[in-house]
């Protein structure tokens, strides 16, 4: 198993960590990797959720608006 070693912590997030793994009767570094993968999980999360709320927008502005497809509008006046 890979192993992974951090230089330079800050000592007030290293004493969070212990305090926490204390707290649930785990290692600071079963804590540590819970951690990890919680913080990583809503890193994806965010972005998937970013990206339904632009996806709304768009769908939401071309249908109010009706804007047409910049494409379609470009070739029609190269055509010209």
Do not use: G
């Not at 959720?49 to 768009?58: A, E, P, S």
């Amino acid at each position: 198993m890979p192993s992974l070693q951090i230089r330079e912590l800050p000592e007030n997030l290293y004493d969070k960590i212990c305090a926490l793994a204390k707290k649930e009767r785990r290692s600071i570094t079963q804590q540590t990797i819970i951690l990890l993968e919680k913080a990583l999980e809503m890193e994806n999360q965010r972005k998937t959720n970013r990206q339904i709320l632009l996806d709304q927008i768009i769908q939401e502005t071309q249908t109010k608006y009706n804007f047409s497809d910049p494409v379609r509008l470009i070739r029609e006046d190269r055509e010209k």
